[in-house]
């Protein structure tokens, strides 16, 4: 239950940073002058493929957020027996922080008119989404070969799952990702493409972020993180 709360208000502060960042609440009828010149306080100023972004990410947070509830309620009960978390996830969490950089460097590259930055920035982050779902399938294996399989226990299958799930979100990022890296190699100007690149970099952070989430859950971090939290408090 700590680690959702923790995922929930972690979500929260993203989104109403988010929302802070599209004027969201500006009150345009108190503004004076012609309605032009405040082009952040219409509504219809925000791109549809923002929002529509925002909606799968609230969509997509709810999934994990399931999950994680599931998790957290299974693992008390007594047949679980949790599984030794494999070495190579934590060089996996670097190569997806390194992927999120990257993406990010391309976004700012768009804000300079940087063509060959964003390009730049696409490649790597691609190539080390790529680096990162093939760690995950050998972290897979070393389970599967140390005889941690599937259905062997829960704790098994809540593992697969969920590295799955997420898994399968990035390879879903890929795709969008590649047709950005198209579009880039078309345009000529970075204001053709700064949105989609924006969209993918934000895109990154959450899955970035849920990934956090859930190796503070399966390395039980996050439930002596708010151990901590608690202590300090009281």
Not at 51 to 57: M, Q, S
Not at 145 to 160: C, H, K, L, Q, T
Not at 177 to 202: F, H, M, N
Request: contains cysteine; hydrophobic residues 55%; charged residues 10%.
């Amino acid at each position: 239950m700590s680690a959702i709360i923790l995922f929930l208000a972690v979500m929260a502060i993203i989104v109403g940073w988010w929302l802070s960042q599209q004027r969201l609440t500006a009150k345009p009828w108190l503004e004076e002058g012609p309605i032009d010149d405040f082009p952040g306080t219409g509504a219809m100023t925000l791109p549809a493929a923002k929002i529509g972004l925002g909606v799968f990410l609230a969509v997509a947070g709810c999934l994990f957020t399931l999950f994680i509830s599931a998790y957290s309620m299974r693992m008390n009960m007594a047949d679980w027996r949790a599984l030794p978390v494999p070495k190579l996830l934590w060089f996996n969490t670097g190569v997806l922080v390194l992927s999120s950089v990257a993406l990010q460097w391309a976004h700012l590259a768009a804000r300079r008119n940087d063509m060959d930055g964003i390009i730049l920035g696409l490649l790597a982050g691609g190539a080390a989404a790529v680096t990162f779902l093939v760690g995950q399938l050998l972290a897979w294996q070393q389970l599967i070969v140390a005889g941690y399989f599937v259905a062997s226990n829960p704790a098994n299958s809540f593992f697969y799952l969920l590295t799955a799930v997420h898994g399968l979100h990035l390879m879903g990022g890929l795709a969008a990702l590649g047709k950005t890296t198209a579009k880039v190699w078309r345009s000529t100007q970075a204001t053709e493409v700064q949105l989609s690149v924006e969209l993918c970099t934000i895109y990154w952070h959450f899955l970035l972020l849920v990934w956090l989430v859930l190796l503070g859950l399966l390395t039980g971090w996050t439930d002596n993180f708010v151990d901590i939290c608690r202590r300090l408090l009281t």
